[in-house]
């Protein structure tokens, strides 16, 4: 049988009830949004999410005596939208100017936050996504474009924080980033997301042979110069492999990015 803790018996040895109060309202008009908070840009994000997993009454927004939204403003207009309940606290000495300070400290889960997360609990997909990062030293950024798509997910970083990373098949990883290693001694930006995301594009060409560009760089690395931009870098890279080539292969103009 599942125990479950019951704090007031404990209350002596570690905790005491706390006097800030949350409040559940349903008249939203009673609310303000301020024009000294930050945009609510995203609370379309906040509100999808939420469909998935309803944690609202465990994330309160803080208002102030004049109902102002400190803290809080995307949660609210996502479950207004929805048509659930707002839970909140009032802070009766706050006032709104302090809605920077309470978000200078804030910050958001990244990729990597997600990736360890799912690790942790045991998706084996996301160890592996870790390990090709600290292995090859490269970001996540570009080992995540080693991902598919599930139905529904329009992004790799989707993807992971959703919990849905799951790598591609038709791929040997470890053989590209292998190969990618070559590339170091010649260019101090090999690491950099366009320079890997570039090679990507010629590598997965079906004629590409990797000891042929392997023997081009070794012997014309100076052709190549750092490109601002993923197709401008795949160009510069295929002058490289073309170079005096008798087998030139051509790239379409849809490159990875």
């Known amino acids: 049988m599942e125990e479950t803790l019951n704090v007031t018996e404990k209350e002596e040895t570690f905790a005491t009830e706390s006097k800030v109060k949350i409040y559940i309202a349903t008249d939203y008009s009673e609310f303000v949004l301020s024009e000294f908070n930050r945009e609510p840009g995203h609370y379309k994000k906040v509100m999808e999410s939420i469909k998935e997993n309803d944690y609202t009454q465990f994330q309160p927004i803080l208002v102030n005596r004049k109902m102002e939204i400190v803290d809080g403003q995307n949660r609210f207009l996502a479950c207004k939208e929805l048509g659930l309940p707002i839970h909140f606290i009032v802070s009766q000495d706050i006032n709104i100017y302090a809605a920077a300070d309470i978000n200078q400290a804030s910050k958001n889960w990244n990729a990597m936050d ?66 990618m290693l070559v590339f170091d001694e010649y260019y101090p930006f090999s690491k950099r997301e366009k320079f890997v995301k570039a090679m990507l594009n010629l590598y997965l060409h079906e004629d590409y042979e990797p000891a042929k560009m392997e023997s081009k760089v070794k012997y014309n690395s100076g052709i190549v110069k750092e490109q601002p931009r993923v197709d401008m870098m795949t160009e510069e890279l295929l002058k490289l492999y073309n170079y005096k080539s008798r087998k030139p292969i051509l790239l379409g103009r849809k490159y990875n990015r």
């Open 114 to 179: 997600y990736a360890r997360h799912y690790s942790t609990r045991g998706r084996k997909s996301y160890t592996r996504l870790l390990d090709l990062i600290h292995k090859y030293d490269q970001r996540i950024s570009v080992v995540q474009s080693f991902g598919k798509l599930s139905e529904g997910i329009k992004s790799h970083s989707e993807s992971i924080k959703k919990g849905k990373f799951e790598f591609k098949e038709d791929i040997d990883i470890d053989a590209f980033f292998e190969h």
